[in-house]
């Protein structure tokens, strides 16, 4: 049974920082490219940030470049998130998604994904 498990949000202070985790059950994480997606309330789900399969080659929005880095712990079987310089404008529920036919003009299209998680909050407040 395929199943991916968000965690690492929270309530944090402008300016702070978060790392999300998202664990996979049920496969091999590296055999899958995963993708980053947030969606804030009354807003479409927006793609992130993406780290393809095996080669591990990243991808990162305009909006988060150079304060985000995805990175894949194969050992564990877990891709992480680590958010620095948060801003109260990346609150959103936070999703991890695999994927086995991305490609980097698909990345961040939500369809093209196989598997999602359950999702976690990230809320950047003072």
């Known amino acids: 049974q395929v199943q991916l498990v968000e965690s690492g949000g929270g309530l944090v202070q402008p300016g702070g920082s978060l790392r999300l985790s998202c664990a996979a059950s049920?496969?091999?994480?590296?055999?899958?490219?995963i993708g980053w997606f947030r969606q804030a309330p009354g807003k479409e789900r927006e793609g992130v940030s993406c780290?393809?399969?095996?080669?591990?080659?990243?991808y990162y929005a305009d909006s988060v470049k150079g304060r985000f880095t995805v990175s894949r712990d194969n050992a564990k079987n877990t891709v992480y998130l680590q958010m620095n310089s948060l801003k109260p404008e990346d609150t959103a529920v936070y999703y991890c998604?695999?994927?086995?036919?991305?490609?980097?003009?698909?990345?961040?299209?939500?369809?093209?994904?196989?598997?999602w998680g359950q999702g976690t909050q990230v809320t950047v407040s003072s």
């Open positions: 780290i393809s399969r095996r080669d591990g080659i990243t």
């Open positions: 049920g496969f091999t994480l590296d055999t899958y490219a």
């Open positions: 998604a695999a994927g086995r036919q991305i490609t980097l003009p698909t990345m961040t299209i939500p369809g093209q994904y196989d598997y």
